[in-house]
């Protein structure tokens, strides 16, 4: 088990004055307090990833803010932040505010390019995961020897991938030794599925999620005719009783919504699990989910959302695979499937139909609002998994702050309009669920550090300047040094009697070689400077530095700087190789 710790410093460096002094706590102009490096996931705008491709499928790249109009529930919104992500690997990301008419390219570090700073470091991680809850055992074993094959084919050396399921029973965090990928593949298993299709055949009346869904949830008349002819037949009832036959309904259908509705939140967890984990890697992040589909209820619809909302946030896009392939319907069930009563077998079928619908809706869902892709009614999983595992060329994020929003939780329809452009597709999300409490401030400005933090792009808004080193001890670990410099003299300043007030917080933080956070540490610096300090004696600005102790490797040294007064940020990332 690796072991890090940090030290945190403060210094000033004084116009005129040789090296550097640190201030006086007496003087009191700057405190430093260690906060807590924590993150979580926090309202601040709405974000809209949009796909556009033209009428040969191809990603559309040329598009600028007013090439969009937005629509929260048919009212036209301000589009507030808008960036284009390129997510090729020879380039770096794209950004803009609303004002600008075409990207801007990102600035160098330190007069490198972007690649160079990143150069040896993984910059792709995609997860394969398998909903092994939902999957049949043949769905399985074709999908998880195309992955192989697709792992073996395109995982490059800066790429990561990881097996994952939604039963949790097979994992392998993200790795670049394809043995291991190989051996988590070839411990798949299927997991509830089979089971809930005997439990589903051995109820009485037999009873699906889908038609428990329709008779409890939605008072579906005919869904529980249907139910009660079946239990006329299953439990021998003559001469027929309604009572009875309503009570049978029902007790199987709670008993159906009970099954499927505890595989769907475990489904609906493990993704949310991963994006989480993925969250806190650097570069490009995709998730493959392999799935049948499932059923997501009126109830669940909620998670589903705010699941999307986080991906998005997380910068984690997500694709679907249908495990089925090419599927077909056939009224009376499969061979393993014998109808109990063949005189409802036409009235089920409709929604035997529409299950099999429905079940790709969330895949569908998922896909569309983060900007992945949804490889449906195809057997070729070879090219399945070679779409869904990348990421489009280019994805716009239109973010918008919502116009007299209330915090009543209720769900809002989004809609993209391209204008002036013919021949286009667009890809969006659908919608998005209201906050139920007011966003805080602070809630907003943790949320903006934690997205820099783990993005890849250098941002120059804020006078920052990151500098790194090493030194080795003698047991062969070393103190990696990182120190962020801030000419706060540039910065905006709040007065109030006879000080100049301002907060700046810092983030530096360590990845390892395959991409995984390792440690960080977060300052804030309450400045509460005098005017002769501020104009005379602030010539060099303010460092902070951080120290870790790590063992030999490649580390990626990652800043983050963000003021109060202006809210200008600061974003810088270094490489550093310890042999």
Known sequence: MKQYRGILAVSLFFAGLPGVSTLSAQTAEVTSKDAPLTF??????????VVVRDNKGHAVGDLAVGDFQLFDNGKLQMISKFTVEKLAADKPAKTLDSATARPQETPAVGGASAETASEGIPDRFVAYLFDDVHMTFSDLVYTRDAAKRQIDSSLHALDRAAIYTTSGRTMQDFTADRDKLHAALAALATGQAEVQKQTEQSMCPPMTYYMAD??????????LNIAMA?????????????????????????????????????SLETLRSVVAKMAVMPGQRTIVLVSPGFLVVQDRQDDETRLIERAIRANVV??????????????GGDASERPSNLATMAAKYPYVTAAAMAQTDVMANLSSGTGGTLYEGSNDFDAGFARTATAPEYVYVLSFSPLGLKTDGHFHNLKIVINGRKGLSVQARKGYYA????????????????????????????????????????????????????DVTKLNFHKEADRNRNDVTVITGLFDSDGNFVSGQRKVLEMRLLDDTLGKRLGGGV?????????PGR?????????????????????????
């Open 318 to 331: 997500i694709g679907g695979l249908d495990a089925r392939g090419v599927y077909t319907q056939v009224m």
């Open 543 to 551: 460092a902070v530095k951080s120290s870790f102790t790590v063992h």
């Open 40 to 49: 979580k996931s926090g309202i601040n705008l709405v974000p809209v990833p």
């Open 435 to 486: 906050p139920r409490y007011s966003a805080d401030p602070k809630e907003q400005a943790n949320q903006e550090l934690e997205d820099e933090f783990f993005s890849r792009d250098e941002v120059h808004d804020l006078p920052a300047q990151l500098q790194t080193g090493y030194f080795k001890s003698d047991n062969g670990d070393a103190t990696l040094s990182a120190v962020a410099k801030i």
């Open 230 to 266: 079946d239990a006329i037949v299953c439990a021998n009832i003559n001469p027929p009783n309604p009572p009875l036959e309503i009570t049978l309904s029902h007790a199987s259908a709670r008993q159906a919504l009970m099954f499927g509705d505890r595989d769907a939140a475990v």
């Open 214 to 223: 329709k008779i409890e949830n939605l008072n579906d008349q005919t869904a």
């Open 555 to 579: 580390y990626v040294v990652r800043m983050v700087v963000r003021d109060t007064e202006g809210q200008l940020m600061a974003a810088q990332s270094s490489l550093v190789e310890i042999p």
